[in-house]
T-cell receptor
Framework: AQSVTQLGSHVSVSEGALVLLRCNYS??????LFWYVQYPNQGLQLLLK??????LVKGINGFEAEFKKSETSFHLTKPSAHMSDAAEYFC?????????????FGRGTSLIVHP | DAGVTQSPTHLIKTRGQHVTLRCSPI?????VSWYQQVLGQGPQFIFQ???????GRGNFPDRFSARQFPNYSSELNVNALLLGDSALYLC????????????FGPGTRLTVT
């Protein structure tokens, strides 16, 4: 079984401030981990993914995430928030080595960016 | 190249009716997955189809069904609509069934009144 917990349904930051969105996962086998972004009235866009190898992964729009197995975490960060980053962010986990490529999504975190 | 397309964009139905949602995958992609996203929650997996065969099914009642056509497009059908079926229905395509690389369409917003 696999699951994802996103801490904080809403995160509010000022423009230019650090963005930190938290994600903890549960998986009985080595996980694949993803962050997706969803802008209003749109589908999901993949920001970045961790499969194997380097634990620090860089994605689009200046975002990055670090896979920490000991903490079962995959937090998303960006050094400096832009107004255009305001959106819903979803963390997801899948377990290909367990036979399942179907991702399980968290409930999402809404990022609010203040001028 | 066109991305994943879905139709219609929005739909309003009344309880008890049925609905058909359509999805066209990215050219060359042979697998289509359907997700339900209720307001304030993450997407929940409904079905995956590959080469016209069902390859996976989530925890949804039999009122939900789907199929995939020879051109790899897909339909999601929901019968006997309930108020709780109101959601954004997302389609995602991938090259093959066993792939973590999924590309999502913009979704169909279904409102059941």
């Amino acid at each position: 079984a696999q699951s994802v917990t996103q801490l904080g349904s809403h995160v509010s930051v000022s423009e230019g401030a650090l963005v930190l969105l938290r994600c903890n996962y549960s998986s009985s086998v080595p996980p694949y981990l993803f962050w997706y972004v969803q802008y209003p009235n749109q589908g999901l866009q993949l920001l970045l993914k961790y499969t194997t190898g380097a634990t620090l992964v860089k994605g689009i729009n200046g975002f990055e995430a670090e896979f920490k197995k000991s903490e079962t975490s995959f937090h998303l960060t960006k050094p400096s928030a832009h107004m255009s980053d305001a959106a819903e962010y979803f963390c997801a986990v899948s377990s290909p080595s367990g036979g399942s490529y179907i991702p399980t999504f968290g409930r999402g975190t809404s990022l609010i960016v203040h001028p | 190249d066109a991305g994943v397309t879905q139709s219609p964009t929005h739909l309003i139905k009344t309880r008890g009716q049925h609905v058909t949602l359509r999805c066209s995958p990215i050219s060359g992609h042979k697998s289509v997955s359907w997700y339900q996203q209720v307001l304030g929650q993450g997407p929940q997996f409904i079905f995956q189809y590959y080469e016209k065969e069902e390859r996976g099914r989530g925890n949804f009642p039999d009122r939900f069904s789907a199929r995939q056509f020879p051109n790899y497009s897909s339909e999601l059908n929901v019968n006997a609509l309930l108020l709780g079926d109101s959601a954004l229905y997302l389609c995602a395509s991938s090259l093959i069934a066993h792939s973590y690389e999924q590309y999502f369409g913009p979704g169909t917003r279904l409102t059941v009144t």
